[in-house]
């Protein structure tokens, strides 16, 4: 993910937005440049206020930058007014946290709703419906009201809506947020099929790494209104550069410490060296815990760990202690192996 | 009570029942778009204008200010320029239909602004127009709120119409006080009392029916 706009589906330049305030003004966005490549599934992860919402609100013009641009599928939604605007939005789907269905139509008429606004013969509504509904797993609940829906079911039907008018990007504002974790599943594999079979370009925010690892292929970090890291999903998980990612990625790679070693964690030595191993790629499966032993003659005591995969590669994540006068070795020979490694602290 | 008495409290029932159809169906023609514009006029809203919002919100409230019968007497000239005449139930639909409109537009205001905003944004995510949303979006999420103030509207056309025999109005507050308190008939008084805690009754549980029927925010049993 770069500034340039090649092969970007939505291209962020520049982007600010500040919003006046009694005594001068709130920065929400500060030179935000970004692309979302097409056909990807990308998601910005920030903690609520960072700024994502805003980001997001901006690729349908429901919030316009103050500084820069937004270029979605060649046009520049800031500047679009009116009808121009409207013609973009329908290019763009979008579901939401809290699903906003009308509590007041059935799902087929939830669903009818953006073909009716964009003047769609009633005919045609009718077919394209029924197929949407299929699409998304809702055949049989056609005729029910949101209401009588789980909100896993509902938010399918927020995705049915979002695709009536066959955009070319799909906005996921916090989608699986309100959801219980099988659901959230579910809901993610539903993005990810729909992905796959359409071409469709996802943009998501989430404040959940766990929705990243499983559908992202690409990611951005956000933090106080600024992108502090972006790229590939699997890079910045196996190689996290900024402390944000850290913080967020320590949630969701099974690297948090056991308590009984979280409690004693100390940062400076005596006690054996505490370091998280992350293993990416080829070597994530290499014994290089044995050739440690073997070669350097250091046996690492395992505190806890997990492989997973991204994408469809794995990755995996190991904490182990080492005695501490033997703990800059160690590591040296783990990052000559092409592991990356973080010292945590030191127990005793 | 005389058998002679039936046809007139007949009579009276049908003076009001007309006074207050025909003043509920133009306060609700006047009321409904002006409630919707003054919950979508607000700074920032759909129909952004945030200067004509506050001059109609100060027209609504002094129409809303000043008594049912000042207001009868006061906009008497005016009745008579629009009907012709300012004695009769027909003149007397004037008075009633003037304070139905902003009052009705308060009640479709407040239902109008209980939708909730994501609603809104998601059918601006979709390039509906504002009107487009109105139409689609606003008032049939509000429909429950709103027949539940048009049936409060209604109920409230019933009191007033009792005054409107002040001009001349008919109807049955004017038979009470014409019969049964002029002409000491407490009878008549019992009745009239009767029959319009039978027709507030009749409105408000038809009201509520209708709200119950068009409200789909809850579950409901099924084939029940």
């Given at each position: 993910m770069t500034g340039t706009a090649q092969g970007a589906a939505i291209s962020f330049q520049g982007v600010g937005k500040a919003y006046p305030k009694a005594g001068g003004q709130v920065t929400a966005l500060a030179d935000v440049t970004l692309s979302v490549p097409t056909g990807s599934i990308t998601g910005i992860i920030g903690r609520s206020g960072a700024g994502k919402s805003t980001l997001l609100r901006m690729v349908n013009g429901l919030e316009r930058p103050t500084e820069g641009r937004v270029i979605v599928a060649g046009h520049d939604v800031g500047a679009a007014r009116g009808g121009a605007l409207r013609a973009i939005r329908r290019d763009v789907g979008m579901i939401f946290q809290h699903f906003n269905?009308?509590?007041?139509?059935?799902v087929r008429g939830n669903v009818a709703l953006p073909l009716e606004v964009a003047g769609t013969p009633r005919a045609q509504i009718r077919a394209r419906v029924d197929q949407l509904i299929e699409q998304v797993g809702l055949g049989p609940l056609a005729?029910?009201?949101?209401?009588?829906?789980?909100g896993g079911q509902k938010q399918r039907v927020g995705i049915a809506r979002a695709l009536a008018t066959g955009p070319k990007v799909l906005l996921s504002d916090?989608?699986?947020?309100?959801?219980d974790p099988e659901t959230t599943q579910t809901v993610l594999d539903l993005l990810a099929q729909i992905n796959r079979d359409l071409g469709l370009t996802v943009l998501l925010i989430t404040h959940e790494m766990a929705v990243l690892r499983d559908i992202a292929s690409h990611m951005a970090v956000i933090e106080a209104g600024r992108i502090v890291e972006s790229g590939a999903t699997y890079d910045i998980f196996a190689r996290p550069q900024h402390a944000t990612t850290r913080r967020f990625l320590s949630g969701v790679t099974g690297a948090t410490l056991p308590a009984f070693v979280a409690a004693r964690?100390?940062?400076?030595?005596?006690?054996d060296q505490v370091i998280r191993v992350t293993f990416a790629g080829a070597?994530?499966?290499?014994?290089m815990l044995a050739r440690l032993a073997t070669d350097l003659g250091i046996s690492a005591n395992i505190l806890g760990g997990t492989i997973e995969e991204i994408g469809t590669k794995p990755f995996g994540n190991l904490l182990i202690s080492v005695p501490h006068d033997r703990g800059d070795q160690a590591r040296a020979f783990l990052e000559t192996h092409g592991l990356t490694t973080e010292v945590l602290g030191h127990v005793r | 009570m005389s058998a002679n008495l039936i046809p007139i409290l007949w009579d009276a029932t049908m003076q009001t029942l007309y006074m207050v159809a025909i003043s509920a169906i133009l306060g609700t023609l006047g009321g409904l778009p002006l409630g919707v514009f003054l919950a979508c006029s607000?700074?920032?809203?759909?129909?952004?204008a945030p200067w004509v919002n506050k001059v109609l919100g100060l027209v609504v409230n002094a129409t809303r200010s000043v008594p049912f019968i000042i207001l009868v007497v006061a906009i008497i000239p005016f009745t008579r320029a629009v009907v012709?005449?300012?004695?009769g139930t027909n003149a007397a639909i004037v008075p009633l239909t003037l304070a139905a409109v902003p009052f009705i537009a308060r009640l479709v205001e407040n239902a109008i602004r209980e939708v909730d905003q994501g609603l809104i944004e998601a059918a601006r995510a979709m390039g509906a127009t504002p009107f487009q949303i109105i139409r689609k979006v606003l008032i049939p999420e509000a429909l429950p709120g709103i027949t539940l103030g048009l049936t409060l509207a209604v109920v409230s056309l019933i009191g007033y119409s009792a005054m409107v025999g002040a001009v001349g109005g008919q109807g049955l507050g004017d038979l009470g006080i014409r019969y049964g308190y002029q002409r000491f008939m407490p009878e008549v008084m019992a009745a009239v009392v009767v029959i319009l805690i039978v027709l507030v009754q009749l409105v408000q549980s038809l009201g509520e029916w209708i709200a119950a029927r068009v409200d789909r925010r809850a579950p409901r049993n099924r084939g029940a």
């Open positions: 269905l009308l509590a007041s139509r059935t005729d029910r009201y949101p209401a009588e829906l789980s916090e989608a699986t947020s309100a959801l964690l100390q940062a400076e030595p005596p006690g070597h994530a499966t290499d014994p | 607000q700074r920032g809203e759909l129909l952004s012709g005449t300012s004695i």
